[in-house]
């Protein structure tokens, strides 16, 4: 096969959109919650730009322009006979708002969408038009402040869990509502769904009433409670019950230093497993950010019948911030997946993640970014074992 134009075509690009870095680079990527959770697909993400303060407004329109390529060296995630190719895509994002929603303002409504071009050098029949779109409302009383969101996600992406190249749709809606007892505390209730339809695979859904009572201990410690009773079902599966228990915190020191943490357990099957979540952001000089997040889920399979999988995880990042206006953030991420349920498969995997990115913001709305991603899963099931490489560039202009 002649590959050589390819690769002198995707190489200008490369050089085209890297040339405006001047030998600097990328800010700190972080891993999307697919790829933490077990998930892998181009990144198209850029650092995001600084804009100065503007003076709120009942309405305003906000646009961003994304233009990413990206080499890949197994666009299919194999376990053996790797597939390469460049990856091209442009997208626009376009987020309106009315009102405040980050003040006390009475209410707000917010309207994001972002559609993706997505073009391979090399296999074209795999072009696609991804779609994102999160709406958001809510209303605030004297004490009482609800909520609603509805999601909308649609893409073909790298799916660690399946093994392949898939395409995907993500619906979520949520109900969510808070009363402010006392000045110091506040109870919370929440009703959230959400179905992932795998073309192919089995498709999950999942359904959540939770609520937790919270309490400020002091100015900076935050403490609550909460119980939950959700329902989770896949395709060819019958739906199954949980209930969760969890305690939950909230650690605010100072503004260089900021810790929410919960844990507790899951019950559904009659199996006891424990779950947590946490996350730390540490600013120890003006110039440097450290970041850690972790956690430990279940979630249903879309691979196996009567399965679920409980995934941990964690992240870890450090931003560093030179001459003012240059970037680099290195990173690394690790994930355990356990199958477990009725049925007769068995499997574990394990994944761990290396990234390294450098940018710049050329202008207070213009900025370029290089990254670097290598990923590596092991599975008891050989042919879920894959390793994975990208490297690209990226620019963004804010209008």
Excluded: C
Aim: glycine share 8%; charged share 20%.
């Amino acid at each position: 096969m002649h590959r050589q134009p390819i690769y002198y075509r995707a190489l200008a690009v490369l050089l085209t959109l890297g040339g405006s870095l001047h030998l600097p680079a990328y800010a700190g990527r972080e891993l999307s919650a697919d790829e933490v959770a077990g998930g892998i697909q181009p990144i198209n993400a850029v650092e995001p730009l600084v804009l100065p303060v503007q003076p709120q407004k009942k309405w305003r329109l906000d646009g961003t322009l994304s233009a990413t390529a990206v080499y890949n060296d197994n666009i299919f995630i194999s376990s053996s006979g790797k597939t390469d190719d460049f990856i091209f895509s442009i997208s626009p994002s376009f987020l309106l708002t009315l009102g405040a929603p980050n003040s006390e303002a009475a209410g707000y409504l917010t309207l994001h969408y972002a559609p993706a071009f997505v073009h391979y050098a090399e296999h074209s029949d795999l072009d696609a038009l991804n779609h994102a779109a999160l709406f958001t409302t809510g209303y605030r009383f004297s004490r009482l402040s609800v909520g609603m969101s509805l999601g909308y996600q649609k893409g073909r992406e790298a799916d660690a869990e399946v093994g392949t190249l898939v395409d995907r749709k993500n619906y979520s809606a949520a109900l969510t509502s808070r009363y402010q007892l006392t000045d110091r505390s506040s109870v919370d209730l929440s009703l959230s769904k959400s179905f992932s339809d795998y073309e192919g695979f089995l498709d999950v859904s999942d359904t959540v009433l939770q609520g937790h009572f919270n309490t400020k201990i002091t100015e900076a410690i935050t403490l609550g409670v909460g119980l939950a009773h959700g329902s989770a079902e896949a395709s060819g599966s019958s739906a199954r019950s949980y209930q969760q228990l969890t305690v939950r915190g909230a650690y605010t020191a100072t503004e260089r230093l900021v810790v929410t943490a919960n844990a507790g357990g899951d019950f559904r099957d009659g199996q006891f497993s424990p779950i947590f979540g946490l996350g730390a952001n540490y600013k120890p000089f003006d110039s440097t950010e450290v970041a850690f997040t972790g956690s430990r889920s279940i979630l249903p399979s879309a691979v196996f019948v009567d399965q679920d999988r409980a995934v941990t995880s964690f992240f870890a990042s450090v931003r560093q911030r030179f001459l003012q206006r240059y970037f680099l953030t290195p990173s690394v991420g690790y994930d355990q997946t356990e199958y477990r349920g009725s049925g007769d498969e068995s499997r574990s995997d394990s994944a761990l993640t290396f990234g390294l990115s450098a940018a710049t913001n050329l202008t207070e709305r213009w900025g370029v970014q290089v990254f670097y991603q290598y990923r590596r899963n092991t599975s008891t099931v050989e042919s879920f074992t894959f390793t994975n490489q990208q490297i690209g560039v990226s620019s963004s202009i804010s209008f």
